[in-house]
């Protein structure tokens, strides 16, 4: 007889394992039973960021709490590569929107930067890891990108890795040859610019910074969400686990 399948993928903070009993929280146990309207003995898929996809059984269905066991593991921890995601927070939906992609897309961690032209003053980070959560959900992944609180770029360039590339997206360069030119493999970030572009001072500072590699992203402008996904495409193919 077939298994029966998990229809329903959920992180969770606990440890999974062989028969691991995984607590569930006021809003997940709500999730499940009242809007899933899962019951004892229905399966879900578990994950936590780094024990891998397990399939689990639910034992107890409450109204603000349950309970569930670990059977077996259904996929085994998949990690990004090394990269990071920069980019300067824009209008809500579509912070929210570059988030999300990113989860998918395969990064290691996301960082919200602040530049001269950053058009939002605050980002709600809880709301932008939920985001980051549900993606994962999603698409089947089982790591969720950390977002980091929002610091100024310059702060972060300061303290930049010796050993960290990082793809800087830079706007003057539309319509020269959309390539990473003679890049090498290892720790990468990308950088995106606000919907205002870099100012000439963020630019000069990242064009003398030895780790970045100024690169175009085709012929035409593109939006900082749209340019947030065609970069991991490229960095992705290039370098990454497309490659
Ligand atoms: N207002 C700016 C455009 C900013 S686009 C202007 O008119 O020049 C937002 C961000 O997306 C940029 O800072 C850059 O990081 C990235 N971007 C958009 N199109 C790009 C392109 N063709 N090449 C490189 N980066 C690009």
């Known amino acids: 007889m077939a298994e029966k399948r998990a229809k329903v993928r959920l992180h969770?903070?606990?440890?999974?394992?062989?028969?691991?009993?995984?607590?569930?929280s006021r809003d997940q146990a709500h999730y499940l039973f009242s809007v899933?309207?899962?019951?004892?003995?229905?399966?879900?898929?578990?994950?936590?960021?780094?024990?891998?996809?397990?399939?689990?059984?639910?034992i107890e269905a409450g109204k603000r709490a349950g309970v569930l066991r670990c059977l077996s593991q259904s996929a085994p921890q998949m990690n990004p590569p090394d990269l990071w995601l920069l980019f300067a927070p824009i209008k809500k939906a579509r912070t929210d929107?570059?988030?999300?992609?990113?989860?998918?897309?395969?990064?290691?961690?996301?960082?919200?930067?602040?530049?001269?032209?950053?058009?939002?003053e605050r980002?709600?980070?809880?709301?932008?890891?939920?985001?980051?959560?549900?993606?994962?959900?999603?698409?089947g992944g089982t790591y969720v990108p950390p977002v980091l609180p929002m610091r100024p770029l310059e702060r972060v360039l300061d303290e930049w890795p010796a050993d960290r590339r990082l793809m800087f997206c830079d706007e003057t360069l539309v319509g020269a040859t959309?390539?990473?030119?003679?890049?090498?493999?290892?720790?990468?970030a990308v950088l995106i610019?606000?919907?205002?572009?870099?100012?000439?001072?963020?630019?000069?500072?990242?064009r003398s910074m030895e780790q970045a590699v100024a690169v175009?992203?085709?012929?035409?402008?593109?939006?900082?969400?749209?340019?947030a996904?065609?970069?991991?495409?490229?960095?992705?193919?290039?370098?990454?686990?497309w490659a």
Do not use: Y
């Open 12 to 24: 969770v903070a606990a440890a999974l394992g062989e028969a691991q009993s995984v607590p569930l």
């Open 36 to 58: 899933m309207r899962l019951g004892p003995g229905d399966r879900v898929a578990l994950f936590n960021g780094h024990d891998g996809e397990w399939q689990a059984e639910v």
């Open 97 to 120: 929107f570059i988030v999300e992609k990113a989860a998918e897309m395969g990064v290691a961690r996301i960082l919200p930067v602040q530049t001269r032209h950053t058009n939002s």
């Open 123 to 139: 980002i709600r980070l809880d709301r932008l890891q939920a985001h980051a959560v549900e993606a994962a959900e999603q698409c």
């Open 178 to 188: 959309a390539r990473l030119k003679a890049a090498q493999a290892g720790a990468w």
């Open 193 to 206: 610019g606000p919907e205002g572009g870099f100012s000439d001072g963020e630019r000069a500072r990242l």
């Open 216 to 227: 175009s992203l085709g012929p035409r402008i593109l939006r900082a969400d749209t340019a």
């Open 229 to 241: 996904v065609a970069a991991l495409t490229m960095w992705q193919l290039t370098l990454g686990d």
